[in-house]
């Protein structure tokens, strides 16, 4: 009989241009997630599993994990290990350990994401995100840095499900104004339409709003059974009800949908996360999708099945996706305001939900049960969902 | 020539910082690709057990697993189906404008090709101009023989520009 794995806790430093190391980020975000379940100490947990994908070429340091157990005070004897799926890492680093958990296998697992992009020279990391898609067949047509992509992305979506500047805009004012009071965010300002459309272009039709910045940072949650849980903490419990992460294709020739704007790997790992959690789209109350650039929410809300296809634009422009809209986004203010420290976006996106589900969230959406997670990594590659929820899956 | 911060480095080659692919023979077992780019062919990989066509070229067959594969070309010329276009702030490595394109070749599997476009001004381009291969030289890989020193060895790469009116 497989145990059920739950959130207990988790904590993010400040995300942002850091004056500070890799390991330094981590040991931040370490200590905030125990801040978080003053019970628990490092010496409770029996795993690790890092997700971090610029360590190698921004700190030169791989085999992290064990460089970041050091130093957060954790002696790992189940899992030590860490994990690389890019912006997906933490996301990924949360499927797996919960199945160490249900397994049997680890009993109280780290998931730790962080990564140092600023170095002493600004070039290096655009340079080296040569490396963030496939090298040799993208990378080297100058496809590395991801607003051209996205840009080709959103021209194709006004193209066939005729969207506007002004949707995209509507994503960008959302999720800034959901950050504007988060103190760990990397931006923390209200944001108008207006602003927001009289941005500088970064590549047409993506001006400044609509791409989410470069971010140093760290995240750390913890993820356990229900019933070591219960030893913790008094808090509703939040079980991860079900997970998937779909890749079918690296080079972007071979991209799965019919166009950029159709994102069928996307529908197929919702599909099967809400098959495994035996929930439907209409059941999520609230979600952290993969704001990347605002084009890529629209079609989010989309191939999640928050509204139909074509109809995102729509969607985010009337509110949905707000307060009081019928699946608010991004409620801590998403990768456009939060910034995105690649292998830690999910674990923030993990700490956001556990937050709405507990009761507890900055902007709290009313009786929240249901959420969903979702990440999407390299050249629109792969797709990464998770659904928690306060009940197990029965 | 000297590098900054890390004097050890002075005429050393780090491959890690290298924006092309390392093409040649010792590195590569689709260097055959690159060869037939210098002779101005766009070519790829077909599997002579199941008949698929795959791109990128492989050296094993990803539907059947054979090994035995040939490569065959793919057409020169192709359609801008959308194309991007940044002015300021193009990465190291590329020049303003920095244009891509997704390039419809006409042919499986390489109906929706995202390349870069060259020999282009900005604000040119449209949807559905004609496009054709551009193969240019890129610099040469430097390659340790130990006795034999540092050998170049020579390497293109492509783009696709526009077709001249
Ligand atoms: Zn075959």
Request: with cysteine; glycine share 10%; proline share 6%.
């Amino acid at each position: 009989m497989a145990r059920n794995a739950v959130i207990l806790a988790g904590g993010q430093c400040k995300w942002g241009v850091r004056e500070a190391h890799l390991v330094d980020l981590f040991q931040e975000a370490a200590k905030a997630c125990f801040n978080d379940i003053p019970t628990l100490k490092p010496k409770d947990v029996d795993g690790l599993i890092v997700a971090s994908s610029y360590a190698g070429r921004c700190s030169f340091q791989v085999n992290t994990a064990p460089v970041i157990a050091e130093r957060v005070g954790v002696k790992p004897t189940s899992i030590c290990t860490r994990c690389d799926t890019l912006c997906a890492g933490g996301s990924t680093g949360i499927i797996l350990a919960t199945g160490l958990v249900q397994a049997g296998a680890a009993d109280i697992v780290m998931v730790a994401g962080g990564e140092k992009l600023y170095t002493p020279q600004k070039w290096e990391v655009f340079y080296s995100e040569l490396a963030s898609v496939d090298h040799d067949w993208d990378g080297v047509h100058g496809m590395g840095l991801p607003p051209p992509f996205f840009a080709l992305t959103a021209q194709e979506h006004m193209m066939h499900y005729g969207s506007t500047k002004e949707q995209l805009a509507a994503v960008s004012v959302a999720n800034y104004n959901y950050a504007a009071t988060n103190p760990v965010a990397q931006m923390q300002k209200n944001l108008t339409l207006e602003e927001a459309m009289n941005a500088p272009v970064v590549v047409p039709p993506l001006t400044l709003y609509d791409c989410c910045p470069i971010t140093d940072g760290a995240a750390v949650c913890i993820i356990t059974t229900d019933e070591i849980a219960r030893k913790f903490t008094d808090r509703p419990l939040v079980y991860i009800r079900g997970t998937a992460q779909v890749c079918l294709n690296s080079v972007s020739a071979n991209f799965p949908g019919a166009h950029l704007a159709d994102w069928m790997h996307t529908k197929m790992a919702g599909e099967k996360a809400y098959a495994r959690a035996k929930v439907g789209p209409g059941d999520i109350k609230v979600a952290q999708t993969h704001d990347c650039f605002s084009i890529s929410e629209v079609i989010e809300v989309e191939e999640l099945g928050f509204c139909k296809k074509g109809e995102g634009g729509d969607f985010c422009g009337s509110k949905q996706i707000e307060i009081g809209g019928k699946v608010p986004v991004n409620t801590d203010g998403g990768l456009l305001a939060c910034g995105h420290p690649f292998g830690a976006t999910g674990i923030r996106q993990g700490i956001e939900v556990m937050k709405q589900l507990q009761g507890r969230a900055r902007h709290q959406v009313k009786d929240a049960d249901i959420a969903l997670t979702h990440n999407l990594s390299g050249a629109n590659a792969e797709h990464t969902i998770l659904i928690y929820g306060r009940e197990p899956v029965k | 020539m000297a590098v900054l911060g890390i004097p050890i480095l002075e005429d050393l080659y780090p491959s890690t910082m290298d924006m092309w692919p390392l093409e040649a023979k010792e590195f590569n077992r689709n260097w055959q690709f690159y060869e037939n780019l210098k002779q101005g062919r766009l070519t790829t990989t077909k599997c002579k057990g199941c008949g698929l066509v795959s791109y990128p070229p492989r050296v094993i067959c990803p539907e059947c697993y054979s090994e035995d594969l040939e490569y065959v070309d793919l057409p020169k010329k192709g359609k801008v189906i959308v194309f991007s276009e940044e002015v300021k702030g193009v990465p190291l490595g590329f020049q303003s404008p920095l244009i891509h394109a997704v390039i419809d070749l006409g042919v499986d599997p390489a109906r929706r090709v995202l390349s870069r476009i060259v020999n282009c001004a900005a604000g040119t381009l449209k949807r559905g101009d004609e496009v054709q291969l551009a193969v240019f030289e890129v610099p040469a890989l430097p390659i340790d023989k130990g006795k034999l020193g540092t050998v170049m060895s020579e390497r293109v790469f492509f783009a696709f520009e526009p077709v001249k009116k």
